[in-house]
């Protein structure tokens, strides 16, 4: 799995890959620069003028390759020159600069008349940026904002800070889409910056991932190929019993359609037998929509039964703080909590203590801070989320896009699968039904939650590209089997 590095790590990491594998600097840039182009041809934007804006330093470096190629693909490419002198230039830049071909029109940044549509490049300043914008800089941070047209970062938004928040106040390049390189910047995942980061897009410059590991850094970031050694392997002979007994506890009068979503998921997920505690009155509800799952009453006995349980969706807060401690009490193996069960430790932060250890929390964000205090920025909340983990030993996911997992030695884990179309009602039972379902597997906490997590994900993303604002929870279900056969075949 790969380290969310802090800024200033990345030249170090750059030295280390072109040394392990004989590469020199510019050859890793020219890899970063087609990347981007490959990235860049897929989108198929079509028939209008890029304007391709550089700064003196390696970002800008990217920028010029990145303009040979497009005009070498003959787009007509304008790069804005928002540097004083060549001499100033970084080597590899400088290469680039003097391989800039004929074609590609030159124009320095005070010079640029400012057109009104086009396809605008952000290659003015990366990771490589020290503190607060100079004066100087401003006005061509102002300029980008006004143009028209489609808007892509290379690297990271000029003017962001590779662990910074651009609040209100600070001058940052907005753009609609960040094509970054080699690993995630952290402030490309804070929900402060969806604005001024558009859609990430991670571009693969072929550093090994064990290079990672050179590094101390308690950030990781979870991929496709990260996901099917964690899977459990099953064999001719499994039956459901392998596949887990797993009990969901949730759904009130007016509520239930949250358990029949979360058995629903935990049943495509592969859960071998599901069974759903709820209030006797509404039994019908699940018998009618899940005929797969079972149904029992108020009366909890033999827990120990379960493999796994998970509680919360729908279920109300009233009068569960004495069913929740009774569960916390009797039932030794980590749980799934979520929803309601969230909100009633909320307003019973004693039994915190009671959770079984590895237990699994699924908060949204208000859910969040209804646990642990208003947070004042996402690093904050990060901060917050490690510390709970830790005190309690048990594993947080922060859900929201790249849901962040916080496991109780520390390591803090972002999700890269997911769509704003899964902004929907229901959509975390969906990943309730789904972690518990992992759980009653047999995964380890850990890996239940980082498989379900991901594949959560990834089933939203492929609902969003069918029914897209249209997507329902429902249509994430739908879609769990899939996410099996992508990440077992590629
Ligand atoms: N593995 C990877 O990820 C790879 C990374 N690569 C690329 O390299 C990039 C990093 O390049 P980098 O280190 O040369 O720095 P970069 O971002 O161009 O910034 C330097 C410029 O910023 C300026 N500047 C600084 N502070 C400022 C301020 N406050 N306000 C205003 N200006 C300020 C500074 O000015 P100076 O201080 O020199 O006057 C200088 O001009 C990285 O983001 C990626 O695109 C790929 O090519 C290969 C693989
Ligand atoms: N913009 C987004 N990008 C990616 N995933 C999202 C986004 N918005 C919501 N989700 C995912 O959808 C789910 C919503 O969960 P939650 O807020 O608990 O919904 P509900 O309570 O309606 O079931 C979470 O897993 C979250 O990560
Ligand atoms: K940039």
Not at 44 to 66: A, H, P, R, S
Not at 94 to 114: A, Q, T
Not at 241 to 260: E, P, Q, W
Not at 436 to 461: Q, R
Request: proline share 3%; net charge negative; aromatic share 8%.
């Amino acid at each position: 799995m790969i380290r969310i590095l802090k800024g200033d790590a990345v030249s170090k990491l750059d030295q280390m890959h072109c040394k392990r594998i004989g590469q020199s600097s510019y050859e890793l840039m020219e890899t970063a620069v087609q990347g981007f182009i490959h990235w860049f041809e897929e989108q198929k934007f079509t028939g209008q003028e890029i304007f391709i804006y550089v700064g003196g330093g390696n970002n800008g470096g990217d920028g010029l390759g990145i303009a040979r190629h497009l005009q070498q693909r003959n787009y007509q490419v304008t790069v804005v020159l928002c540097f004083n002198d060549e001499a100033d230039l970084s080597a590899d830049s400088k290469i680039n600069f003097d391989r800039l071909p004929e074609g590609v029109s030159k124009i320095s940044f005070e010079d640029f008349d400012f057109p009104s549509k086009g396809i605008f490049i952000d290659a003015f300043l990366g990771v490589g940026l020290k503190g607060k914008l100079r004066d100087s800089a401003l006005p061509i941070v102002d300029s980008w904002n006004k143009q028209q047209g489609v808007k892509i970062a290379v690297d990271i938004p000029s003017g962001l800070l590779s662990e910074g928040i651009a609040e209100e106040k600070t001058s940052v390049a907005c753009a609609d889409y960040t094509v970054t390189f080699a690993f995630p910047k952290l402030s490309l995942l804070f929900p402060e910056n969806a604005k001024v980061v558009g859609e990430l897009v991670l571009v693969d410059i072929g550093i090994a991932d064990s290079l990672y590991q050179e590094f101390e850094s308690d950030l990781f970031y979870i991929q496709k190929k990260d996901i099917p050694e964690r899977h459990r392997r099953f064999h001719r002979f499994s039956h459901k019993g392998d596949f887990g007994r797993i009990l969901l506890i949730g759904g009130s009068l007016g509520k239930m359609g949250a358990v029949v979503l979360s058995a629903k998921s935990a049943l495509r997920t592969g859960a071998g037998l599901v069974t759903c505690q709820i209030e006797e009155s509404e039994r019908f509800i699940i018998q009618a929509s899940v005929p797969e799952a079972m149904v029992i009453g108020e009366d909890l006995k033999d827990l120990d039964a379960f493999d796994a349980i998970g509680v919360g969706p729908g279920w109300g807060v009233d009068n569960r703080e004495k069913k929740l401690e009774f569960l916390l009490k009797s039932f030794s193996k980590p749980m799934v909590l979520d929803a309601d069960a969230l909100n009633v430790l909320s307003q019973n932060p004693e039994l915190l203590s009671l959770l079984p250890k590895n237990s699994i929390l699924t908060p949204h964000l208000g859910e969040f801070e209804r646990l642990v205090g208003s947070c004042v920025n996402h690093l904050d909340r990060m901060g917050k989320a490690s510390e709970l983990s830790k005190k309690y030993q048990i594993i947080l996911v922060l859900k929201g896009a790249n849901t962040l997992i916080s496991l109780p030695d520390g390591r803090q884990l972002f999700n890269s699968t997911g769509t704003h179309f899964m902004a929907t009602g229901g959509a975390g039972d969906v990943l309730t039904g789904i972690i518990t379902a992992f759980l009653g597997m047999g995964y380890s906490p850990e890996n239940a939650a980082i498989c379900g997590v991901f594949h959560h994900g990834l089933a939203g993303e492929y609902a969003g590209k069918i029914r897209f604002q249209g997507t329902i929870a429902s249509d994430i279900i739908e879609q769990i089997p899939r996410t099996f056969e992508f990440v077992e075949n590629s």
